[in-house]
């Protein structure tokens, strides 16, 4: 059975920062892309990041370039989100989930960790 | 990126069928066949309902598909059902610096 698994969320200062981890199960993990998405309290679905099944190459949400960094460990079936210089408009349920193929829909999604950035 | 543009909402009664559009450009919807829609109930991740367009996942019913014309997405669900109340969002690949875009959102209400 697939499972992705986020933790690592919760309250931080703005300015701060906080890694998020995604464990990933039942599938070959290094096969498939991945991405974030997170979903601020109350509205819609917005992407944030997406990482290639062996790591090289990345892409973000102009809203969070610069200051995130997604990355995976293969090894260890986890997909990572390094967030740095939060602000309160960063608050949200971050998901992690697995891309079908490239381009396509995400098939799998974790139940997601909600992040806050308050002071 | 903006978002794509989908109503704020849509209704129908039990047995009917509805209809959600998701509107962008030739950049996202109209330039790729990449669009797959999503069901989300309160509290919960999202799920799956079509993808590349017109494809369903194993497991989701033949209730739900989708089509696109120009610019323009579409989910039909048919023979609406309680259990299909819910958010929808729908999604594409773009050609833009942000890859990947979602929908504002529809949420679905049966009367």
């Known amino acids: 059975e697939v499972q992705l698994v986020e933790s690592g969320g919760g309250l931080v200062q703005p300015g701060g920062s906080l890694r998020l981890s995604c464990a990933a199960s039942?599938?070959?993990?290094?096969?498939?892309?991945m991405h974030w998405v997170r979903q601020a309290p109350g509205k819609g679905l917005v992407w944030v990041s997406r990482i290639n099944s062996d790591g090289s190459s990345t892409s973000y949400a102009d809203s969070v370039k610069g200051r995130f960094t997604i990355s995976r460990d293969n090894a260890k079936n986890t997909l990572y989100l390094q967030m740095n210089s939060l602000r309160a408009e960063d608050t949200a349920v971050y998901y992690c989930?697995?891309?079908?193929?490239?381009?396509?829909?995400?098939?799998?999604w974790g139940q997601g960790t909600l992040v806050t950035v308050s002071s | 990126q903006s978002a794509l543009t989908q109503p704020a909402s849509v209704s129908g009664s039990p047995g009917q069928s509805i209809t959600i559009s998701c509107t962008g450009t030739s950049s996202d919807v109209g330039g790729y066949n990449y669009v797959s829609w999503y069901q989300q109930h309160p509290g919960k991740a999202p799920k799956l309902m079509i993808y590349?367009?017109?494809n369903r996942p194993s497991g989701v019913s033949n209730r739900f598909s989708g089509s696109k014309s120009g610019n323009t997405a579409s989910l039909t669900i048919s023979g609406l059902q309680a259990e299909d109340e819910a958010d929808y969002y729908c999604?594409?690949?773009?050609?833009?610096?942000?890859?990947?875009?979602f929908g504002t959102g529809t949420k679905v209400t049966v009367l």
């Open positions: 590349d367009v017109s």
């Open positions: 999604s594409s690949y773009t050609s833009s610096s942000t890859p990947y875009v």
């Open positions: 989930a697995r891309e079908m193929a490239m381009g396509s829909g995400k098939d799998y």
């Open positions: 039942g599938f070959t993990f290094s096969s498939y892309w």
